[in-house]
């Protein structure tokens, strides 16, 4: 068995099968021995943190096992109707004994949540840029999402996959590949989509629910996004103020997945969305064409992601940052996009 006392890294691709099968042993074991469980996703949740925390909090339940899921902000509106949903808390409430992160790539993604808490116990993760924080931290980046990996390793943890959980885990795949339609889309994720499908899975409303559906103040919000929207030697950028959210009605903190809509424009190598934030800081959102790795960039600013879906939280005035961050996008830009042409969707 291994060694509990030391944390334990799991990279699939430079690991043996050995090292795999004893590593899903023993969280099989420390999944058994647990009776209260939280398990916390990252701040401003997107459909892969929901649904995989919840799709694991489900499953735990339906083992007999005590689960509270912790998301700092919440669940959004459009995933509300997912069981579990309703019961998500924001701060650590349970006297737990065993606590799992899914889908963050370090331990600061999750917000303050975990502020003071012991090391995590079991860390579940898909970022390029993931640095380890838990007692165990199961990472395959670059997979397309944490539910994908979760879809698969489940029932080898000897958890079962209800309808209920696949419906959870299908908003995570379906969140992270927008529809099968991301540069690291693999036949894989096709596979798990169908498994879940057998398992009960209502794809066409899972779909609606997670990728189509727009609320009308969600439209108007993106519409004081589009509206300003710049394109200067293959970088397209767009700015959303706190009054473009009180203008459009918009409730969150986030930007809609505006960004994901700007990736439709194909003289785009890099879009970059600048969204000003309360207690002056901005949350900027990089995407990238396939060849282009934005979260370089984004490592940068002290954030990270994937090659194609960046992020960083960054402290200061909204010009300021907007100046500083451009300027870094366009010398990345400049020294590796050169050649690059679109030639793929996203
Ligand atoms: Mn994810």
């Known amino acids: 068995m291994m060694e509990l006392n030391n944390p334990i890294v799991l990279m699939r691709t430079t690991n043996s099968m050995n090292v795999a099968q004893e590593l899903d042993h023993l969280i099989t074991?420390?999944?058994?021995?647990?009776?209260?469980?939280?398990?916390?996703?990252?701040?401003?949740?997107?459909?892969?943190?929901?649904?995989?925390?919840?799709?694991?909090?489900?499953?735990?339940?339906?083992?007999?096992?005590?689960?509270?899921?912790?998301?700092?902000?919440?669940?959004?509106?459009?995933?509300?109707?997912?069981?579990?949903?309703?019961?998500?808390?924001?701060?650590?409430?349970?006297?737990?004994?065993?606590?799992?992160?899914?889908?963050?790539?370090?331990?600061?993604?999750?917000?303050?949540?975990?502020?003071?808490?012991?090391?995590?116990?079991?860390?579940?993760?898909?970022?390029?840029?993931?640095?380890?924080?838990?007692?165990?931290?199961?990472?395959?980046?670059?997979?397309?999402?944490?539910?994908?990996?979760?879809?698969?390793?489940?029932?080898?943890?000897?958890?079962?996959?209800?309808?209920?959980?696949?419906?959870?885990?299908?908003?995570g795949l379906l969140a992270d590949t927008l529809g099968f339609r991301t540069n690291n889309t693999t036949p894989r994720s096709l596979r798990t989509a169908a498994d879940l499908m057998e398992k009960g899975v209502d794809l066409v409303q899972v779909y609606h629910q997670t990728l189509s559906m727009r609320s009308l103040s969600e439209i108007r919000y993106w519409g004081q996004g589009l509206i300003k929207l710049e394109l200067n030697d293959g970088v397209l950028s767009s700015t959303l103020t706190l009054d473009d959210r009180i203008i459009a009605g918009y409730p969150e903190n986030d930007d809609a997945d505006l960004i994901n809509t700007l990736t439709v424009v194909p003289e785009a190598l890099i879009s970059v969305l600048f969204i000003e934030q309360e207690n002056d800081g901005v949350k900027v959102s990089w995407r990238s064409v396939k060849g282009l790795d934005v979260s370089e960039i984004a490592a940068r600013f002290g954030g990270g992601g994937h090659a194609s879906a960046a992020g960083a939280d960054i402290a200061g005035g909204l010009e300021e940052i907007k100046k500083l961050v451009l300027a870094e996008t366009h010398h990345y830009v400049n020294t590796k996009g050169i050649s690059l042409k679109r030639n793929d969707g996203v």
């Open 29 to 171: 074991q420390q999944l058994a021995n647990a009776k209260r469980i939280v398990i916390v996703s990252h701040i401003r949740p997107d459909g892969d943190a929901v649904g995989s925390a919840l799709a694991f909090g489900n499953a735990l339940r339906e083992a007999g096992k005590q689960v509270e899921c912790v998301l700092q902000d919440g669940v959004a509106e459009r995933y509300q109707y997912l069981p579990g949903a309703k019961e998500v808390a924001s701060e650590v409430s349970l006297d737990y004994d065993y606590l799992i992160v899914v889908d963050s790539a370090d331990s600061h993604r999750v917000g303050t949540v975990l502020d003071d808490l012991p090391k995590p116990d079991l860390v579940i993760d898909h970022h390029k840029t993931h640095i380890d924080f838990g007692k165990i931290d199961y990472v395959e980046a670059e997979t397309e999402a944490t539910a994908l990996l979760l879809t698969e390793k489940l029932p080898h943890w000897g958890l079962e996959v209800s309808k209920n959980t696949a419906t959870c885990l299908m908003v």
